[in-house]
């Protein structure tokens, strides 16, 4: 599939959403394979195996509040998604 992604010179976007071992292996693969541009892609981790979720949103909000006392600009989708990936790896 990535081999026929990689085809043509249209300008491609991609949304990846799924388990944080999934969306890391196919965001690496999107950009290693050079499918899709860093600034093109979205690849969000909305749970990790074997952790509750209530602690992973709690981590977040702690993340992002701290982002917003800091003078980040959290609506940046790549500030974004460092801080949900840092949430992710703690």
């Known amino acids: 599939m990535l081999t026929a992604l990689q085809e043509g010179n249209t300008k491609r976007q991609a949304w ?4 944080a071992s999934a969306v890391a292996a196919v965001r690496r693969a999107l950009l290693d394979q050079e499918v899709v541009e860093h600034d ?3 690849a969000v ?3 990790k195996a074997g952790r509750a ?6 981590r977040i909000v702690t993340r992002f ?3 917003m006392n800091g003078g980040l600009a959290i609506t940046d989708p790549h500030i974004r998604a460092r801080i949900e990936h840092a949430a992710d790896v703690t």
């Open 53 to 58: 979720s209530e602690d992973r949103e709690r």
């Open 16 to 19: 990846v959403a799924a388990e």
């Open 40 to 42: 093109n892609l979205h």
């Open 45 to 47: 981790a909305y749970w």
């Open 65 to 67: 509040m701290a982002a």
